[in-house]
């Protein structure tokens, strides 16, 4: 996800900094948003469920950093583990936004960012009851040879129940890595034991892990050059902004672009405010609060203000990819056809625990640029419309002045 500077990397994250890097850390994981990918095995943010409505204005609702710190200190000092300590906090304050990461799974987050990762390619969310489905499987990868699909309920992973598990807990699981120790993700080639099921059908699949590398933005471009460019962005992983402006440079301005953010989990906020910017010559794409205290994010003068455009939303669409639909929405700039989106506005802040992991903490809420809550709420698409929504979004496209 899961917010403006990247994260290139970093091993280690100074207290002093953590306002610097809150913007890399505005996720929609995942991964994970929402989902969670075993290329996020999260990548694209951190979405557990819906937040219950009206929490996120209920500071008793947000787990209390100091209070974090404090049981992930004790902890350490009594030889056990600060990360373990510092989640038992967060759970209990009721803030389903906010994440502890050992340092192998933050370090594996950064990669993720990155778009690498080794994994067996689904992305995972959770479900009625407690459950965990799949929503997502990469091509190509162990997951897809194996023939496990979206809507899987994944049951086990290597005998482990994931019923009820955090999300983080059933990635970390995937990766081959311990939530409750500071071991990174396991090697290409490791097996990886998965007990699923659909419908009545239940079976078992022993996957090995892969070196895989996350096509977040696929671009399609009509035959003959006839047509409105499609582009498809997964989640906001670095480079997305860069990928996006090439597009728009190739697009025919004739024909216009259809922007598909169905399913998107979110990712770096930089990317969302770049690819807001291929659209936009300059102004506000969103506000935010850290703790009260009102920022903005602006786009980068330049864009293109003309090329037709129609965005794709669901209710898949969170985080980041929410933040860039309202910002093209109130701007004017961009029609949104489909169904309402997932509503995950809360912004995170990273610091370091004592023990190296790292928790990430809700400390306030973005705006769209008219002012508009998305947490909880989500965005409304100017035209509502289920399966047939791209169908329709080219109807509307071709009234904007982009072909059919």
Known sequence: MSGPCSYDRPRRIRRGAALTLFLASVLATGVVTGTWSDAAEGAAGHTPDRMP????ARKSDLADRAAVERAASEAVEDGKSGAQAAAEVVSRSGDRWSTIYTPGEYEDFQEQLGGGYVGVGIWVRPADGGRIAVSRVQPGSPAARAGIAVGD??????GRSTRHAPVT???ARLRGASSEDARGPATAGSPVTLDLQRGDRRWTETLHR????SRNVVVDRPAGGQGPTRVKIAAFTKGTGDEVRRAVRRAS????????LRGNTGGLVTEAVATASAF?????????????????????????THLP????????TMSAAELLAGALQDRGRAVLVGSPTFGKGAVQMPSELPDGSVAELTVGQYRTPSGRTVDDSGLTPDLVAGSGAEKRARTVLSGLGGGS
């Open 53 to 56: 409505s009206g929490a996120h």
């Open 153 to 158: 309920r994944l049951r086990a992973v290597d």
């Open 169 to 171: 807990e059933v990635v």
């Open 210 to 213: 892969t070196r895989l590398r």
């Open 253 to 260: 301005g004739d024909d216009g672009m259809l922007l598909d």
């Open 280 to 304: 936009l010559d300059g102004g506000l794409v969103a506000t935010y609060d850290v703790h009260g205290d009102q920022r903005a994010l602006y786009a980068k003068r330049g864009g293109n």
């Open 309 to 316: 455009l129609v965005v794709l939303v669901d209710g898949g």
